[in-house]
């Protein structure tokens, strides 16, 4: 493949390690900036010409030109960012948000922080390089978005989220994206606005008018394509729906009204959102399953996808489990994540798999036995509560069962958290 100049500024050591292992040709460079924001404490060189540039989280003064004057050096010139780049540029984080100066920007990558840092996977940005398409779209408004909005070519998902503060409209082709400002932008060319709908928040969510203002605008946009998005917003905050292409507006908005509110409903409920929190859409959309005898396989893999999701926490209450579980489904969730699991008279056999998984290494993991459970009950990250209706070795095998979320989460914790106090170590 032919060489591509790609100029990295503050961007992680590995994935440029990673690009010139594929013989792409790297010069990489690092942004600073007084407190003020006044002046650029250091500017790296820049290319005359490169076919690609990445940003990180770039500070918003590097887009203003009367702040840190000429770009690439001493050299006086009054060249932006465009001037340098041939190409593609991709960008991340904060900068997207002067991409109306600069529409080629393409936003790739969210960047996630912790403990005040930023850091990076560069997965899909590697992608867009190599396949020379974009793919997947990430989106961080402020450094408490801690969720990204995604898109595909083939398929729109959605998430909520209260801290947005300005409601972004993605379109997606396949190799463009186009960014409008659901609240700022509705008289561009390619957007009209055929909503808005105007609705109670109280209708869906009683007693919500302490956490939430009681209406909200439901916009619904159609570009120049008749492809049919969607919006609920506020200023100041804003909860966003995507939806996928429709072909009228008329059909969009039975979907909004039969899908987005109630799930708006669910999400609300099962998040218990406060100020800070966000409500996300969540694995198996937070409905309940019907299991018949015989679809063990379709069990698992339900189980599987609601225990691999959680990212901080699992707390796994279940009477009669045996060492498959742990080959099936603990061993799956992800590393640092904390599990508990609660059993009743645990067998020798589960004694001894739960002993050689406490000594894995990148994983914090405790078990417990009580005579007071019953029910089989998995929490995830305190945001999800699933109840099962037999044991997890059993589910769907000779017998129906079912899987029902909870919607009284902390109520229904506290009650295991009391029992685990008071069991005995495994």
Known sequence: MNKKIIYCLDCDENFCKDLKRNNFEIITGY??????????????EAPNECDVLVFNLIDPACFDMNKWGPYGGNDNSKCTIEDKVNKSMYISGGAFTFSKKYPRFK???????SNGHSTFDYTHLQKAIFDGGIDCIYYLNTPFMFHSLYDTPDWVGFRFNTAITKVKRWELNKNTVKMYDCLSRLDNDDLKLVGPIEFSLLDLIPNSNNLLPNIRRLDLLVNNVNETFATIVKFGKGFVYFLPPFKNSVEATAILINEILPNFKRAYEMSQISETASILDTPLGQKEKIYAPGDQYTLYKDLKEIIVSARNEIFVIDTYANEDFFDLYIDKIKNNTRARFLTKKPSKNLVTVINKFKAKQNINFEARESNEIHDRVIFIDDKQCWVLGHSIK???????????????????????EDIWIKASIV
């Open 31 to 44: 942004l600073g900036y007084s407190r003020s924001h006044s002046q650029v404490i250091s500017l790296p």
């Open 107 to 113: 936003l790739i990558q969210e960047s996630q922080i």
């Open 394 to 416: 059993d589910g769907a095998v000779k017998q129906p069962t079912y899987l029902i979320p909870v919607d009284s989460i902390a109520d229904m914790k506290k009650l295991y």
